[in-house]
T-cell receptor, first 111, second 113 residues
Framework: DQQVKQNSPSLSVQEGRISILNCDYTNSMFDYFLWYKKYPAEGPTFLISISSIKDKNEDGRFTVFLNKSAKHLSLHIVPSQPGDSAVYFCAADPGAQKLVFGQGTRLTINP | DTEVTQTPKHLVMGMTNKKSLKCEQHMGHRAMYWYKQKAKKPPELMFVYSYEKLSINESVPSRFSPECPNSSLLNLHLHALQPEDSALYLC????????????FGAGSRLTVL
């Protein structure tokens, strides 16, 4: 049973526009949610997190929104840049030193 | 130093070989992790060490044997692997408190022939 789902395997966005990556989860007990970015041949890199008691966290061009009633979170990147092209993983932290990752969404930023 | 360093970057081994993957961090993190990632899949947790003690083993076959010699080093000993064990093996570390923000290494790409 997949507890964290990213239903879009890929997303293509024009440079300068907003990229919105989505993630759904099934377990209400997650303490934190995190987004990681992964380039080919590199390990995932932490981008931004949000506590389950918040509904928004912003860091520069990146904003994560959490909708607990819908069990949904999203990552907004604005404006999108070519260097943002990567695979983005949503992850949930149940507080037991485990991270549950989604399947990932490949974001392509077109010039 | 904000890096997790993994060696080797690439490893090819036969099913009867014994090899090891190595991981090092100097961020003072007290939790270290091994993850396995297959193509087009998310990372899957294998082991967690907390304060140099094994705290989580996600039912990993015994042909994978982790070792944490000290707080900065983490090894993964490999023996009698199968071709389906071919994957990217990622090491990570974290403070171990608050949001579990993991810092990942670049990974070791393992091919089992």
């Amino acid at each position: 049973d997949q507890q964290v789902k990213q239903n879009s395997p890929s997303l293509s966005v024009q440079e300068g526009r907003i990229s919105i990556l989505n993630c759904d989860y099934t377990n209400s007990m997650f303490d934190y949610f995190l987004w990681y970015k992964k380039y080919p041949a590199e390990g995932p890199t932490f981008l931004i997190s949000i506590s389950s008691i918040k509904d928004k966290n912003e860091d520069g061009r990146f904003t994560v929104f959490l909708n607990k009633s819908a069990k949904h979170l999203s990552l907004h990147i604005v404006p999108s840049q070519p260097g943002d092209s990567a695979v983005y993983f949503c992850a949930a932290d149940p507080g037991a030193q485990k991270l549950v990752f989604g399947q990932g969404t490949r974001l392509t930023i077109n010039p | 130093d904000t890096e997790v360093t993994q060696t080797p970057k690439h490893l090819v081994m036969g099913m009867t070989n014994k090899k090891s993957l190595k991981c090092e961090q100097h961020m003072g993190h007290r939790a270290m992790y091994w993850y396995k990632q297959k193509a087009k899949k998310p990372p899957e947790l294998m082991f967690v060490y907390s304060y140099e003690k094994l705290s989580i083993n996600e039912s990993v076959p015994s042909r994978f044997s982790p070792e944490c010699p000290n707080s900065s080093l983490l090894n993964l000993h490999l023996h009698a692997l199968q071709p389906e064990d071919s994957a990217l093996y990622l090491c990570a570390s974290s403070h171990g408190s608050g949001a579990n923000v993991l810092t990942f290494g670049a990974g070791s790409r393992l091919t089992v022939l």
